[in-house]
C-alpha cells in the first residue's frame, strides 16, 4: 500500500483509498479443484462531492491482459507503439474486444453493478462517460492499482472521476485561483508557490505574490541572483573590501555550439584558438545590483576587451528575471527600444543540484556560466570580426532576435498566445493578465501569469470559478417544496489529474517533458489538459518526428544523451511502470505536483533512502541483498540506493558532474581520456543500464562515452574494469 501524505489524498486520488474500501455485494458459486469462483459487485460512480454520475460504463480489465509489449523509442517514432501505448484505453476503444469484458452501466443514482467477476483475480476499473457526457473525463479511482474483488468490504467500491471543463473555458491566472484556494482556506494549496514550475520566471532576490523560493528544497533559486554584488556603478562595490563578479569571455570557436569559454572572476590562460594568443579576453561582463534592499535592480554591463575603441563600451542591460532553475537559470535582460526579454547567459551550478559546472574543467560546456541554448545567442550581444579581432564591437538583439518558443511549455503552453508587436517588429506572447504576476512579458504594460501553475494541469478556470460563486450563501437559491436548497456546484469544470488514468495524467507532464520538436505547432496549438494519448498523436504530433531521434540517443537505441528539453515522459513510455499487472503509475504517482513535498524534485518519499524511501512504498526489497545478487559486489551496509543502478543520469541538460575518473586532471582537453561524466538528467525507464563494456562506453572516450552507473555511482568506489559479475570479495 502507498504511503501517501493526507494533502495528496486529498487533491488527487482521494479514491486510491476508496478503491479498496468499496460497496460490493456478492455471491461465491460453488468451488471445484481449480474452477474459478465468482461473485457479483456493486458499487457507484460519482465525481469528488459524491455528485452521482449517470450513464457511465464501467469496464473490468483483467489486468493480467494488459498488452506489455516492450516500448521502444523506434516503435514510437514509427507509431507501432500506438496500438498498445494506452494500457485502459486500448482494450475499450477495442469493440470487439471491449464487448467481451464484464462491465455495467451506471443509473442516475452512479450505481451500478455487475454480475461476474473472479474472485480471486486482479481488475483495473475503467470508466467510460457516457457519449452524452462531456462534463466528466474517462478513468476514474480505480483505473491504476489494481484489485482483487473478495478484498473488498462490504462497504462499497465507490469510484470517483474527473470533471471536464467547458469549451467556451478560458484562463484566469493563478491569483483568481488563490482567491479561493489560498493560505487558510479549505483548499489551502499555496505550497504550490514554491514549485519549480511557479518559480519558472524569477526575479533576482525577489518573489513575486504567487511565489516562494525561501524554502526551496534542493537547488537554491537565488544561487545566480546571490553573485550580482551591490555597487554604485558596475565596477565600485559597495561594501569595503568586497570585489566585482566578473565573467571573461575567451576562447572564440566559431565551430562550437558554446562561441566562448566564460571564466568566472580569474581569467583563464589556455591559448585562444583564433589568435593563438594564450588568455586573450573578448569582452567582460559585471554583474551587479544597484542597492542593498530587496527591491534591487540587477543589470549586466559588458565591456568591450578586444576592442577598446568600441563606442558601444560599456552596455548596461538590466536583468528583469531568470528563468528556470532545476538544471541551470538562463539570465533574460531587457533592451532598450524593445518589449520583449532577451536570453543572455546561463548559470548551471546550483547547489544542490545534479548540474554542478566546474571552473577548472576542460569541456566548455561544463562551465559554471555558459552562453543561452539558443544558436547565436551570443552574437546578439558581440559582433566578431574574423578580419581584424580587435575591431569586434558590442551591439545589443534587435527585433529579429526575439524568440517565444521558450513561452509555450515555460508559461504553460494553452494560456500563451503569440503576435507580431506593430510598433517593434518584435514576435511577443501574451499569457493571462495577473495583478500579481510582476512580468510584462507581452511589453504591453500588462503583468503577467508566468510560469507553470494551476491551471496548466487543471485546465483553463473560469466556468470552475464561475460555478463555484453559485454556491455561495449570498447566491440564489432554490425551493423545493418547503426547503430551501442551495445547489452544489463545488468543484466543478475543472481537471483532477489524480482522478485519470495513469496515461491521460502523464501526457499533462508530458506535453513539456519531452524531446523539442515534438508537437506539429507548439506555438499555436498546444495539446489540452486531459486528453487522451491517441488524439495527442493524431492532432498535436509532428508526424515525422514522434519521437526522440535517433541521434539523439546512445548507441543502445533506448537510452537519451538528454538536451535543452527534458525526455522523461518518453522514458516513462518505455517503462513497466507505465504497463503492469499491478499498478499503473503516473508522473504524479512519484512527484508531488502541489509543491508539498520536502525531497528534491517533489518527490513523495526520500530517494536517498532504499529501505524506508520512496522505491519501498512499493518494492519490498533488501538492498543490501538485492545488490550482490544482481551484481556479484557485496555492499557495505546501505550505502547503494535504487536510483544509483534504476535511474542513472544518462542525460546533459546543464553541466552534468564528474563521474569516474582515470587520473589527475590537468584543465586541458586531454582530461577528455581520464573523466568519465555523470549527466544531470535521470532515466525514467528504471532499467538498469547495461554493463561498461556495451556500445556508447567500451572503446569510447571517457569525456563521449554514456554515462552508466559503473562509470559514475559505482566507478567512484569500485574498480570499473572488474565489478560486473564478480565474485563477492
Excluded at 501505448?85 to 482494450?91: F, K, N, Q, S, T
Excluded at 549586466?300 to 536583468?319: A, E, F, G, H, W
Amino acid at each position: 500500500m502507498l504511503q501517501t501524505s493526507a494533502k495528496w489524498k486529498r487533491l488527487s486520488v482521494i479514491a486510491i483509498g476508496a478503491v479498496l474500501c468499496g460497496l460490493i455485494a456478492y455471491q461465491v458459486d460453488a468451488t471445484v479443484g481449480n474452477r474459478i469462483r465468482y461473485q457479483a459487485l456493486k458499487g457507484v460512480v460519482t465525481d469528488t462531492h459524491n455528485r452521482p454520475v449517470a450513464g457511465a460504463t464501467v469496464y473490468f480489465i483483467d489486468s493480467t491482459t494488459i498488452n506489455t509489449t516492450p516500448i521502444t523509442p523506434a516503435a514510437i517514432t514509427s507509431g507501432a507503439a500506438e496500438a498498445y501505448d494506452e494500457p485502459l484505453e486500448d482494450i475499450v476503444n477495442n469493440a470487439t474486444v471491449a464487448k467481451t469484458l464484464p462491465q455495467a452501466k451506471t443509473n442516475a443514482k452512479g450505481q451500478f453493478g455487475v454480475k461476474k467477476l473472479n474472485k480471486d483475480g486482479t481488475y483495473y476499473a475503467f470508466v467510460l462517460p457516457a457519449a452524452t457526457d462531456t462534463n466528466h473525463l474517462p478513468g476514474g479511482s480505480a483505473s491504476r492499482i489494481a484489485f482483487v474483488p473478495k478484498a473488498i468490504p462490504h462497504t462499497g467500491l465507490q469510484i470517483m472521476v474527473s470533471w471536464n471543463y467547458p469549451a467556451g473555458a478560458t484562463y484566469i491566472g493563478a491569483s483568481a485561483c488563490y482567491v479561493c484556494h489560498g493560505a487558510g482556506g479549505p483548499a489551502d494549496v499555496t505550497s504550490n508557490k514554491k514549485h519549480g514550475h511557479a518559480l519558472m520566471f524569477h526575479r533576482p532576490g525577489q518573489d513575486t505574490a504567487n511565489q516562494d523560493s525561501a524554502d526551496h528544497p534542493g537547488s537554491s533559486w537565488n544561487a545566480l541572483a546571490s553573485k550580482f554584488v551591490p555597487s554604485t556603478d558596475y565596477k565600485t562595490p559597495v561594501a569595503a573590501g568586497t570585489s566585482s563578479e566578473i565573467l571573461y569571455f575567451q576562447e572564440y570557436s566559431a565551430s562550437q555550439s558554446n562561441k566562448f569559454v566564460i571564466h568566472e572572476n580569474t581569467p583563464g590562460t589556455n591559448v585562444d584558438p583564433t589568435t593563438g594568443n594564450a588568455g586573450d579576453i573578448w569582452f567582460k561582463v559585471y554583474l551587479w545590483q544597484s542597492a542593498l534592499t530587496t527591491n534591487a535592480n540587477y543589470y549586466v554591463t559588458l565591456v568591450n576587451v578586444i576592442n577598446k575603441n568600441d563606442p558601444n563600451s560599456p552596455t548596461t542591460l538590466q536583468v528583469a528575471c531568470t528563468m528556470g532553475g532545476y538544471i541551470r537559470q538562463a539570465v533574460l535582460v531587457k533592451v532598450p527600444g524593445l518589449k520583449s526579454l532577451y536570453k543572455f547567459f546561463m548559470y548551471q551550478a546550483l547547489p544542490g543540484s545534479a548540474s554542478q559546472g566546474t571552473n577548472t574543467g576542460y569541456d566548455r560546456s561544463r562551465k559554471p556560466f555558459v552562453e543561452a541554448a539558443v544558436a547565436g545567442t551570443i552574437a546578439d550581444y558581440f559582433t566578431f570580426n574574423s578580419k581584424s579581432p580587435s575591431a569586434s564591437t558590442l551591439r545589443v538583439p534587435t527585433a529579429a532576435s526575439s524568440d517565444i518558443t521558450c513561452a509555450v511549455c515555460h508559461t504553460g503552453g494553452g494560456n500563451t498566445t503569440t503576435f507580431t508587436d506593430a510598433t517593434t517588429g518584435e514576435t511577443l506572447a501574451h499569457t493571462v493578465p495577473d495583478s500579481n504576476g510582476a512580468f510584462d512579458l507581452g511589453g504591453d504594460g500588462i503583468t503577467q501569469d508566468l510560469g507553470v501553475s494551476c491551471e496548466q494541469c487543471h485546465g483553463p478556470g473560469s466556468a470552475h470559478r464561475d460555478q463555484n460563486l453559485k454556491s455561495l450563501p449570498q447566491a440564489p437559491t432554490t425551493k423545493k417544496g418547503s426547503k430551501t436548497v442551495i445547489t452544489d456546484t463545488t468543484g466543478e469544470y475543472i481537471v483532477n489529474p489524480g482522478l485519470l488514468g495513469n496515461d491521460r495524467a502523464s501526457l499533462i507532464c508530458g506535453r513539456c517533458h519531452t524531446p523539442r520538436g515534438i508537437l506539429a505547432d507548439e506555438v499555436n496549438n498546444f495539446p489540452p489538459v486531459g486528453i487522451s494519448r491517441a488524439q495527442y498523436m493524431a492532432k498535436y504530433v509532428n508526424p515525422a518526428n514522434k519521437g526522440a531521434t535517433a541521434s539523439n540517443l546512445w548507441p543502445d537505441g533506448m537510452f537519451e544523451r538528454g538536451g535543452h528539453h527534458s525526455f522523461t515522459y518518453q522514458d516513462w513510455l518505455l517503462s513497466k511502470h507505465m504497463r503492469n499487472s499491478r499498478q499503473l503509475v503516473a508522473c504524479d504517482d512519484c512527484h508531488d505536483a502541489m509543491g508539498d513535498s520536502p525531497y528534491r524534485y517533489f518527490l513523495k518519499g526520500d530517494p536517498d533512502d532504499p529501505q524506508m524511501g520512496l522505491c519501498s512504498q512499493c518494492h519490498a526489497i533488501d538492498v543490501t541483498q538485492h545488490v550482490p545478487e544482481k551484481t556479484g559486489s557485496v555492499m557495505a551496509g546501505e550505502g547503494m540506493k535504487c536510483i544509483n543502478c534504476h535511474m542513472p543520469r544518462t542525460g546533459k541538460g546543464g553541466a552534468g558532474r564528474p563521474g569516474l575518473i582515470l587520473g589527475t586532471p590537468t584543465g586541458l582537453s586531454s582530461d577528455a581520456n581520464l573523466t568519465y561524466w555523470e549527466g544531470d538528467q535521470s532515466a525514467h525507464i528504471w532499467k538498469p543500464v547495461a554493463h561498461k563494456f556495451d556500445a556508447g562506453v567500451a572503446g569510447v572516450q571517457p569525456g563521449l562515452a554514456r554515462p552508466t552507473p559503473y562509470t559514475n555511482s559505482c566507478g567512484t568506489c569500485h574498480d570499473a574494469s572488474k565489478l560486473q559479475f564478480q565474485a563477492p570479495q
